[in-house]
């Protein structure tokens, strides 16, 4: 870093120490009187490359997360009303599909042939690769 940069630094943490709601302007135009290219820079700028700078060393704190903390772990939103209504769809074409299932079981006990049970669960097999 240049002396300037330095002497702009000390400053402003001199300004800081005095009054630490200094007016971020008045820091500014003070640091125009010592480094000329200052003026090149925003306020926002300015303010973040000195003013916070000097700030966050002057509060002592250690960078980083506190010792100990943990992320917080992100909300389960909640169901959507279509979700809801989707589901409702779903279970009462599962009840359908299950009577259909039970009817042709009860179908293909009754005849008491090999071959229709054997049928049904070849059918059955073959819908499930389907779906």
Do not use: C, H, W
């Amino acid at each position: 870093m240049s002396k300037l940069e330095d002497q702009v630094k000390d400053m402003v943490e001199k300004a800081l120490v005095q009054d630490p709601k200094t007016p971020t302007v008045e820091l500014f135009e003070k640091a125009v009187q010592i480094k000329k290219s200052i003026t090149k820079l925003k306020l926002n700028q300015f303010r973040g490359r000195y003013v916070l700078a000097v700030s966050r060393k002057l509060s002592g704190k250690k960078p980083g997360p506190k010792k100990g903390a943990q992320r917080q772990s992100i909300r389960m939103k909640k169901r959507q009303p279509n979700t809801e209504l989707l589901r409702e769809v779903f279970e009462g074409k599962k009840i359908g599909i299950n009577d259909a299932l039970e009817s042709a079981y009860q179908k293909a006990i009754g005849s008491d042939r090999i071959s229709a049970i054997q049928g049904l669960l070849t059918s059955m097999d073959a819908i499930k690769k389907r779906i």
